[in-house]
């Protein structure tokens, strides 16, 4: 054992009960207290884990000696639990029952394939916005739920019911952020005698959300998740430690997420990809855990890995008031204390760099068009929509004081008018009419009649656990409506409103306080508890506004209270998607276009012709918090988790074969068995170097996940649409790519199909390739086929930040699945790469500043890339031979960000589940 290890091992005594637990005290002369708490809980780990094999010496003294400028070495870790929504939880149980069928081919017990630590697996990423606005639009959209996804269900309950460790929270329940937050984070476990730090990692990104209350926890893809439920480490560099001095409190005109969103942009321009972010500083006082978690959720965005709030008073009063035992929260209070992983606020902590943000210079925020960093002032939204129309799509615009319609063309039709046409608009000294190109259409329908035009808000959507779970913004929002209707307004008719809460706690106290009423006059019903239009599924819009956009070539424009924006994420035809807390939700659907300056503009005019100011409307603190202290109890967390497995009644019919293999249905379009692992070596082939190679897409910078992976709906013209029509599946019955994350022929089809990417090589927007013997474009998927008809291995090339975004699985398993080898780019998110290496794809990096645009490729080469084969070591640096057409050879060198031995044996065995198999088969 190490001594470390075994210096580390102590008891206490906690409720009666004695525990051992690894101590941090005493560890060094030097001590861990000029250790960030977030360094600390690592340490903790490794030692704790500590087996000499796969967690060593080194991997202790690595942590033990943690500097600002920490070492370039891996280090372990063994998550507590794991985290899962059923987009990524699909795919992972899917993974699950191929290998206990491979298992069982192979003459073994499958009944030994199973998490070797808690999985919680909470299903909220499924229901769609199809109804809105009516006190029916719940249970429609819920009934629908069921219709569209009851061959996965049946996929989920038979993994609640016949694996162990594994427990699944039905769907309409909530969003697993905020359940984790608000009932499954423990804040220190309790396992086989031991006491140690809640942590665990997640198959969503917004997993950090959980670090407001003191838990380590961020996300990772589905595949290195599935190999930690199989007992393996997870791997990753020795992170820096970036400290976020908050000092001061939110102004009373602001909100925690005005807060986040400035943070947002803070930390993209410091750059913490990569990095450990924690919070200290007196601001911290002012902060709940609710605002503290809005914070972490957006880890994200900001490129970190964690935003780590230590434990303190303020997680103790959190805890109480959402029903966690008196007797856990001795546990965490006295674990914590006694073992330096309480907060005072008297730190003297050595971080790696400092942040400093003065909360009370706050202003009203918001972020768009299309990156959560793209931060807005509320004040500056109205002229900067003007340069967003200038300069993302082309228009010549000027800021609009009176809109004048006239030159209309009728295209009736359905019973419903539309009239369309490009508008002169009276410039800012009224004295003359700029002929512009503000594109307007006039829509009457069922004897009303508006004017939707470019800026016109389409969705309204209060949306998203980052803001649902904070009770001061969904009162605010309430009270907002309040004071709105009071004053004679309404939401305006072409905004499709919506409200999705992360928990039934949110209707609870909205019902007791009344607010829920109020929201509804505003249409914000309540259309399912799930992620909602924050991940794509903002459902269709009214076939008159859909026409209209289309027709009228509008850019249009989504208001909603989540975490991401990137384009055609909110919905395939909106372009502009703005971020903002849900009390300025409430107020942009009122006004219906985002063009304004809500600072100095009226909302609207009453009843009377008054003009209506969002300041007149806006509830103060105090009103928000009384509110809150009058309806938000401890009993309602008691009510809403002491049922959180049951499910609703459609979740208790469902009938499931609880044999040991699940049963794969052949004519399922849902549910495939995972093609990875069939009949699959007990030795895995050799590497080898990659030869002849082509080029599948040369794409740009920031190419996220939401651009590789497949997302939200999809056309019957695409490679997926043909291939379920193939299949007999009816357009209506398509549903959305991430409800068929279990299929893995829909899934391939629809990787790199994004209406958005730019591939390069291909002469068009969209999900295209060209297959060079032919020069023909065609669909990605298309082209990749042909080049395997062809035995023709692909790679990748890409600029900065490639797959940045949402922690998808299936961003790698289709790039895999499409026969990509390699993909060379300028630098790689976290998540994307190591599940590239999961998947057996070897992430490169352009070496010596080189990128592919100044070494002159232009993705026409066949790509010889050598070093693979022999001696392949961590960051290997590689040879790459590229010949253009012309004869001319360009050579230049890349890095392996093949990061550890193990991550070498992980791209051995073409993935780190096949490696992880072939040791179950070795031990079994």
Request: aromatic share 8%.
């Amino acid at each position: 054992m190490n001594t470390q290890k075994a210096k580390s091992v102590q008891e206490l005594s906690v409720n009666g009960k004695n525990y051992h637990y690894s101590s941090l005290k005493n560890l060094s002369e030097k001590g861990v207290d000029h250790l960030p708490f977030s360094i600390r809980i690592l340490l903790e780990n490794v030692l704790r884990n500590y087996d000499g094999f796969s967690i060593t010496d080194e991997h202790v003294d690595t942590l033990l000696q943690w500097t600002p400028a920490p070492v370039d070495k891996d280090i372990p870790f063994k998550p507590a639990r794991i985290l899962m929504q059923d987009f990524t939880g699909v795919p992972a149980v899917v993974d699950m029952a191929s290998l206990r069928a491979e298992f069982v081919r192979q003459g073994k017990d499958g009944q030994k394939i199973n998490p070797a630590i808690p999985v919680d697996l909470v299903i909220d990423h499924s229901v769609q916005v199809d109804y809105f606005g009516t006190d029916y639009s719940y249970d429609k959209n819920v009934t629908l739920e069921f219709d569209r996804n009851k061959e996965r269900y049946e996929l989920l309950k038979w993994a609640q019911k016949g694996l162990n460790n594994f427990t699944v929270v039905p769907p309409g329940m909530g969003i697993c952020h905020q359940v984790n937050l608000e009932y499954l984070a423990k804040g220190v476990i309790d396992r086989d005698g031991w006491l140690f730090p809640d942590t665990l990692v997640g198959t969503d990104s917004h997993t950090p959300m959980v670090n407001g209350i003191g838990v380590i926890a961020w996300g990772v893809g589905g595949i290195e998740a599935e190999a930690a439920m199989l007992g393996q480490p997870i791997f990753f560099t020795c992170p820096e430690v970036v400290g976020l001095k908050l000092t001061g409190k939110i102004p009373s005109h602001c909100t925690a997420t005005d807060m986040v969103l400035s943070i947002t942009r803070i930390l993209r321009d410091k750059g913490v990809v990569g990095k450990f972010v924690e919070v200290f500083g007196d601001g911290l006082d002012n902060l709940t855990v609710t605002d503290r978690a809005t914070i972490s959720n957006m880890s994200p965005e900001f490129g970190c890995t964690v935003t780590y709030f230590p434990i303190d008073d303020r997680t103790l009063e959190y805890m109480h008031a959402t029903n966690r035992s008196p007797e856990q929260i001795k546990i965490v209070e006295e674990y914590c204390k006694e073992n330096l992983l309480w907060r005072t606020g008297n730190e003297n902590i050595l971080y790696s760099s400092v942040v400093e943000l003065d909360l009370n210079t706050l202003e009203p925020t918001v972020s768009g068009p299309k990156r959560p960093q793209d931060k807005i002032l509320v004040k500056d939204l109205s002229h900067k929509f003007t340069e967003i129309l200038k300069d993302e799509h082309h228009r010549d615009y000027e800021p609009i004081s009176k809109r004048t319609e006239y030159a209309w063309l009728s295209d009736g039709g359905s019973g419903t008018e539309f009239t369309f046409g490009k508008v002169p608009i009276e410039g800012p000294s009224h004295s003359e009419v700029i002929q512009d190109t503000l594109h307007t259409v006039r829509i009457k329908q069922n004897n009303s009649e508006f004017v939707l035009s470019d800026g016109s808000i389409v969705i309204a959507a209060i949306t998203s656990c980052t803001n649902t779970s904070n009770p001061a913004v969904m009162v605010g929002a309430g009270l907002l409506a309040r004071n709105a209707i009071e004053k004679g307004l309404r939401t305006k008719p072409w905004v499709k409103t919506s409200l999705a809460p992360g928990s039934k706690v949110v209707t609870k106290y909205l019902e007791r306080s009344g607010l829920n009423t109020d929201l509804e006059a505003l249409r914000f019903h309540t259309v399912g508890y799930g992620c909602t239009s924050c991940i794509g599924n903002s459902g269709p819009l009214p076939p008159a506004i859909a026409t209209a956009v289309d027709k009228g070539e509008l850019v249009v424009a989504s208001v909603l209270s989540g975490n991401r924006n990137f384009e055609a994420r909110v919905h395939p035809q909106v372009k502009m998607n703005f971020l903002m807390s849900p009390m300025l939700v409430v107020a942009y659907a009122l006004t219906g276009h985002v063009d304004i300056d809500l600072t100095t503009e009226p909302l609207q005019y009453d009843p009377n012709g008054e003009p209506v100011y969002l300041k007149d409307i806006w509830p103060s603190r105090e009103e928000i918090q009384k509110t809150i202290n009058e309806c938000l109890k401890q009993g309602d967390f008691e009510e809403v988790y002491d049922v959180i497995f049951d499910g609703s009644e459609d979740w208790q019919n469902l009938e499931v074969n609880l044999d040991q293999n699940f049963e794969w249905d052949r004519n399922s379009t849902y549910i495939k068995e995972a093609p990875f692992f069939e009949n699959i070596s007990a030795d895995p082939d050799p590497v080898t170097d990659i030869k002849d190679a082509r080029v599948l897409l040369y794409l740009g910078d920031s190419v996220t996940t939401d651009h590789i992976s497949p997302a939200g709906s999809f056309k019957e013209d695409s490679a997926a649409g043909t291939y379920l029509k193939n299949n007999n599946v009816n357009k209506e019955d398509f549903n959305s790519y991430g409800s068929r994350r279990g299929n893995h022929e829909v899934m391939m089809r629809g990787t790199f199909a994004n209406v958005r990417i730019k591939n390069k090589i291909a002469d068009k927007e969209g999900g295209f390739s060209r297959y060079f013997p032919t020069n023909e474009v065609k669909t990605v998927f298309d082209t990749a086929m042909a080049y395997e008809k062809d035995h023709t291995p692909l790679i990748i090339l890409a600029g900065k930040e490639y797959g940045s975004g949402s922690s998808r699985d299936w961003a790698a398993k289709g790039t895999f699945l499409l026969g990509v080898r390699a993909v060379i780019a300028e630098s790689f998110e976290r998540i994307h790469r190591s599940n590239l290496v999961g998947m057996g794809v070897a992430p490169l990096v352009f070496t010596d500043g080189q990128n592919a645009e100044s070494l002159g490729l232009d993705g026409t080469e066949t790509y010889n890339i050598s070093g693979l084969a022999e001696n392949l070591t961590p960051h290997k640096i590689l040879e790459v031979k590229a010949v253009h057409p012309s004869g001319k050879e360009t050579n230049f060198k890349v890095k392996a960000r093949l990061d550890s031995a193990i991550e070498i044996e992980y791209y051995r065995h073409q993935g780190i589940l096949q490696y992880v198999l072939r040791e179950y088969l070795k031990n079994n």
